[in-house]
């Protein structure tokens, strides 16, 4: 028993890792929504006035989608990856394809988000009422009193309206509400299909096996792990050697001295090392051997950026 519950738990983890990406995503969706509804409760507020419900509307439902992916951008690794490639090499390397695979890749992480947003705003619908209510024409509605206009339309959201014109409200309210959660669910509809279609392309496109994949990104992680700590050690090593030298001491507890003493720092790595293994990087081979990152091509010693005769492209971007 207590086999198989081990067994099922480091089942369980192997899942969650090779998720990485789609449980983030899930995280960002659920944090999404979790904001927009403290946005409803606490800042919406429809100005219920001709003219600036449209833009108050659309505002709320923009101009937070926008924030929300300009961060998705700034917080994308391969963002700041094609600054480095294009402040150091240039784009000249990538055909169009990776290219175009490379910026679906940065739009698509970074659309998470804002897509959450105006999906649940549409769903809610408070926002697409106050943008649009205002502009249903009186003539739609059963005996609507003539001498009402689109000021009286505009503060239907706000409720308030004189008592014959309840049931008015009640009607342009419910009409514009299911418009709305139309357009919501169709939003996901669109989306769950290009989610699917992309999957779909990914692996059709790929010149490798799923396993082979599901190792690219073990590797991936495993090598950014590995890097990120081996980089803080390192790090901190090197800074306890300069204050040393500066002070004639460093003030160091255990963990640190035994750190010190078990892995010694002689130098750092010079700035064409750095520049070697940072950047955009698609799937290459040398020789029918992969490469499977920057990293590991710069420890391979391969030369270039560019697909060589005998080397292979894939235009399939790492994660």
């Known amino acids: 028993m207590a086999a198989l519950?081990?067994?099922n738990f480091r089942f369980l983890s192997l899942f969650?890792?090779?998720?990485?990406?789609?449980?983030?995503?899930?995280?960002?969706?659920?944090?999404?929504?979790?904001?927009?509804?403290?946005?409803?409760?606490?800042?919406?507020?429809?100005p219920c006035s001709p003219a600036r419900n449209y833009i108050y509307g659309l505002a709320a439902i923009g101009v937070p989608a926008l924030a929300l992916f300009l961060i998705g951008v700034i917080w994308n690794n391969h963002t700041w990856n094609l600054v480095a490639e294009c402040h150091k090499r240039g784009t000249k390397?990538?055909?169009?394809?990776?290219?175009?695979?490379?910026?679906?890749?940065i739009m698509g992480r970074a659309a998470v988000a804002p897509v959450t947003w105006s999906v649940i705003s549409l769903l809610r619908g408070e926002a697409y009422i106050c943008a649009l209510s205002e502009f249903v024409k009186p003539s739609s509605l059963d005996k609507f009193p003539a001498d009402y206009g689109a000021e009286v339309l505009a503060r239907f959201p706000c409720k308030d309206v004189p008592a014959n014109l309840t049931k008015f409200r009640d009607e342009v309210t419910r009409r514009l509400r299911y418009e709305s959660q139309l357009f919501g669910w169709l939003l996901i509809g669109i989306v769950a299909v290009l989610v699917f279609l992309t999957k779909c392309l990914k692996h059709c496109c790929s010149p490798l096996s799923y396993r082979q994949e599901a190792y690219w990104a073990q590797y991936r992680s495993n090598e950014d792990k590995l890097f990120r700590r081996t980089a803080e050690v390192h790090s901190r090593i090197l800074a306890a050697k300069n204050v040393k030298h500066f002070f004639g001491f460093v003030a160091l507890d255990k963990e640190e001295k035994?750190?010190?003493q078990e892995f010694p720092v002689e130098g750092v790595q010079p700035s064409p090392q750095w520049n070697a293994i940072t950047g955009v990087y698609i799937y290459r081979e040398n020789k029918g051997f992969p490469l499977y990152s920057r990293l590991h091509k710069w420890a391979k010693g391969?030369?270039?950026?560019?697909?060589?005769?005998?080397?292979?492209?894939?235009?399939?971007?790492?994660?």
């Open 258 to 260: 035994e750190l010190v």
């Open 302 to 319: 391969v030369e270039g950026n560019g697909p060589s005769p005998e080397g292979h492209e894939m235009l399939f971007l790492a994660s």
């Open 5 to 7: 519950i081990a067994e």
């Open 16 to 46: 969650f890792k090779s998720k990485d990406v789609m449980i983030f995503n899930g995280l960002v969706a659920l944090g999404t929504v979790g904001s927009e509804e403290l946005f409803s409760v606490v800042a919406f507020n429809c």
């Open 93 to 105: 390397n990538f055909s169009t394809a990776a290219t175009f695979l490379l910026f679906g890749s």
